[in-house]
């Protein structure tokens, strides 16, 4: 009953197999293998168009170089105010990018167009001494589970578009975002306007597995320094590459995806139709939010079961009732059946 | 014939199955398992005193993070002129640390502590126009293949001590100089005066296997926080803990190294006795440097060997004939003596 | 009439002369020479204990190298959400501190106490993913023209001994505000609990002064290598310490700080006292904001008056009629009664 | 008799003066006045061609930012090996461009073209581990008081346009290098390929006047960002444009930088004739260097003479005798003939 974060997961078999039958042999360093290069260019396919592709050790990486590379001095990040980026990762996307994050509210998770609209503003062109806006960074899925639809992309997309800023996309669970949304990649991304993706595997199923993909070409020229500069480029790449191939092969990323979403809709159904907790917000990717008894909260961590107890949201200070806790709830490729029922008949208890 | 570089081999059986069986489970992320516990422990073990160990990603970000967890403001690392940390990390180490990487010479890889000290003489406490030595770095076994003998270790330490200079040690090929010298970790380290180190695993048959180890763990404080705003914390840590533990279980490092260096002495042995070779300098690791015929080499590059041409020492203009290449040739724990032997054979003709 | 900032001032006639006889003669240079001694010195007498002094060449400059001198990796600095800091300087305190700058809210541009001790408790000490509270900067006077009460000081003070934090005071008004609490420099700061003082002299009749003061010498020996790697050491350093030595001078700091707050005092009154224009809020130093009628303010333009509108606070967006405007009204050294009356009578007709 | 270096100087009377009167009045802050404007317009017609000027607070502010602003990740400055921007900058190059500045040498203080082309050789485009070359950078005159020759500036500017690398011109004593070598501002520089230039008053009779000169308007989009990031936007910035315009009137910093090297000029007869001292090697700019006796040094400085002892250059380590010491001697604008004469009546003593 591991229900704290999909990283608390191992390594899917086929992925973990894959990577025993690449230990043998001999192949050239830092990316520049034959397996290296046939990865890449499953990114291509998978995306339906011309990718530049760039493994990298974490999702922090991932995201933190990708906004890098899209900085001009004196920058200004928007995201939102609960985003990984700017919450969780201890700094590195500002120590990498040197731009200021600046937080956007926005409900459920999302920022909401109109507020980005007039954060924005806020920041004529050439006005010096606030900085300038330099890009904006979705999470999808978001930090709390929600999902962004695709005309909500958009409407990021086109407020970007309007001022020329690059739109960057943290997709740590961006397969569970997929499936919740049942779209393709290129839907889900360029095709909305998004310039540069977080694409992250280790969630779903790899060991270490994560790739920063640049829809444009020509605009990741700088990347290959930057990636080395910031001590990111694997001498043993393919060890990356040999996950990836796995990850992808046969739609197995999808079908983990799926898995995952399938065990947190079970845990939403369940809590959904129990009478001893509730739902604290609609979610539709891997992770659940729910409230419930500080009783059942010991009960199930007696019994042996992972979770956090997640902070009443500022906004909403009256959700949890005296005797309740807010707690979130991550399935993954490896959450079973019987994980997810024991679960739910602790709260029924 | 793979002599390119000791990051073409994959990795080790042992390390490719321990890997494979800790695939399976849940456990706690960001480095704090039971398994990343148990394995920090093991550096203490084989350090033979109480350490704070840091897994990375890679080795340019443990010299890179170990550089900065030591650095102030206007600082200057020295280090030999053809150290990794200046010649091969793309300005990692000098980003990371916000200080000059100041080259030193030295005969056979290794910095003279003659001019070691000269160079920081130039640098008095409080000039606060030229800068302030604040680190001295130096590389076990060295970028060409040579191995600092204890007595010239503490020669270099003496120096840091004398001005009050943390001393790092870049041990990306480290247990080939420890199989070089016959010397216990601790010897070659902190009983040296050695404060900070990077361990490297990934060159002696792991995937991706780095640690920063300090040896003072008072010093070591603000480490977490540079590596998790470095981006170098790894969610699934314990995959990075599960090779060491492989690594280092039944002496399998050593092992390895053993293995690697005996190929390496299998070459030096071929060529010295060869008509038609010989070896530019002595070399006592895993890395030999020979002055080939162009023909051999072409005969060795049709037959499948890879090897780099290596670039003419400066101090040596005339080491090399007009029909002659200086190559340099990496054995690893992968390399089998039939490989050896294959590439004499074609020096031989 | 120029209300537009009391940077458009000139430089007062005293400061001038004294530059110009400073013209002649020789002396050392970068910090060294006599007068510089001389007049650190002084800032000990006037703060009524040893402090340790540095010039830089701008408020920015005296506001990022401050932060930076007391930040560590994944450092978070607290200020207020309308702060100058992280309002109008391009980024510079994040660049030079890499720490990110997290707003706080507070009524009249002052931090509300209550609110920075939750923003500090969402950084437990060690939570490596979220950051860290390094440190906390307030303005004094603040950026719309409120005076911190000396309580309101130890109440900040107080969240950060008990974290203990640095704080930071940015002090580009400093003299307007003692003038306003009739407060000495000490009771203003360090015995309220301040570390770090920019000690502004440029708005209030000098050229080009600005100084970095630090209360606990043993906590400044790093900065003369920060001021000096951030390009902020003059070689002719002297012409700094020539204007902070006549605006030193017979207490003429305090008297044009006195005229600057008397003549927005005269601004508030007829404001007050007028019937077609009225006071935004309350402020008690060289800042004025007022809301005017559109009419009165074109009228104004056209006989030379330079002001600033200003944005509507979010927080009370009814402020503002449809009529009307704020405007942003600053006093200087260099103000004159005419001017003031002058405006009046625009407003008036 | 003060020698020790033009820094030591105060201001220039007419500089001094015209400060004096820009002191009344109002005008707009942060470099937007109509002098600001009137003297950013006077470069463009000293220089023969538009220009875009941004003034900075020093001459290491005027190298670092301009340095910054053509770097990209994993960028190598090549610069002489006793550059100033290399030897007495405390690292703000590498700071504020986050690029490794690598020396490389050549006689008499000039880098050797040929030397230049083999340094930048090392760093083949795209070879990541490496780093690439993105800069050059030049000091005229030099640190050792030499001037390149045009012919000398071609050679190394043909090398840089060979691989599309930007020059850079440390011209901290650009006026003393005009004088010396009887050149208009545009031949020594943009129709040499020079691309930006560190314009410096403050050694030749300004209190505080440096300018970065960007000679294709079109690369300087970025550096108003850049300077203002680094806090070097001076609020009243007119008092910096109110020097450059007293100091650019009727030619007078021309007739500073004549009179400067004219009184070197008199150092160097008076030394050259005499028995008891020599020059150490010819320079023509307004710093000497001489091989004195140390009994005579001892007798200037017990008159008052200030001079610095400078340092043996390596490559000439019996360039001096037991007895002997070489000195350094520094001319400025406020040097007179007695000064000169004095200095040199200690030398026959």
Redesign the interface.
């Known amino acids: 009953m591991?229900f704290?974060?999909d990283?608390?997961?191992?390594?899917?078999?086929s992925?973990?197999?894959r990577?025993?039958q690449?230990?043998?042999?001999?192949?050239?360093?830092?990316g520049t293998s034959d397996l290296d290069r046939r990865v890449e260019a499953r990114f291509s396919e998978i995306f339906e168009r011309e990718v530049s592709v760039f493994f990298?050790?974490?999702?922090?990486?991932a995201n933190?170089?990708s906004l890098a590379s899209v900085q001009?001095?004196?920058?200004?990040t928007f995201c939102h105010s609960e985003a990984h980026v700017i919450?969780?990762?201890?700094?590195?996307p500002?120590?990498?990018s040197?731009?200021?994050?600046s937080p956007v509210d926005g409900e459920l998770g999302k920022i909401d167009p109109a507020k980005l609209s007039k954060a924005i503003a806020g920041f004529p062109e050439?006005a010096?001494?606030?900085?300038?806006a330099t890009a904006v960074t979705i999470t999808q899925a978001t930090e709390i589970g929600t999902v962004y639809a695709l005309d909500e992309i958009d409407a990021i997309s086109a407020i970007c578009k309007e001022r020329k800023l690059p739109l960057h996309m943290d997709g740590a669970r961006f397969a569970n975002a997929l499936v919740a949304l049942d779209a393709s990649p290129a839907e889900m991304t360029w095709k909305r306007g998004v310039d540069i993706l977080s694409f992250g595997g280790?969630?779903n199923g790899c060991?270490?597995a994560e790739a920063i993909v640049v829809f444009n070409p020509d605009k990741a020229k700088?990347m290959?320094?930057?990636r080395?500069?910031?001590?990111?480029?694997?001498?043993?790449s393919r060890?990356i590459a040999a996950q990836f191939d796995a990850y992808l092969d046969n739609g197995l990323w999808m079908e983990l995806a799926r898995h995952a979403n399938g065990m947190a809709d079970r845990l939403r159904s369940g809590i959904g139709a129990s009478n001893s907790a509730r739902l604290a917000w609609s979610t539709t990717s891997n992770e659940v939010f729910a409230i419930i008894r500080k009783s059942a909260g010991k009960t199930a961590e007696d019994k042996g079961a992972?979770f956090y107890e997640w902070p009443i949201p500022s906004a909403t200070p009256d959700l949890v009732g005296p005797d309740e806790i807010l707690i979130r709830l991550v399935t993954s490729f490896?959450t079973e059946e019987k994980d997810v029922d024991g679960f739910l008949s602790c709260l029924a208890s």
Not at 7 to 13: D, K, L, S, Y
Not at 72 to 76: E, Q, S, V
Not at 98 to 101: D, E, I, K, P, V
Not at 228 to 236: E, G, H, N, P, V
């Open positions: 591991i704290a974060s990283n608390w997961a191992g390594a899917h078999r992925i973990a197999e990577l025993l690449e230990s043998a042999g001999f192949a050239a360093a830092y990298v050790a974490t999702g922090t990486a933190s170089l001009r001095p004196g920058g200004i919450a969780d990762e201890c700094g590195a500002d120590f990498f040197q731009a200021r994050l050439n010096v001494h606030h900085g300038r280790t969630k060991w270490c700088e290959s320094f930057i080395k500069r910031a001590a990111q480029l694997f001498s043993k060890f992972k490896a």
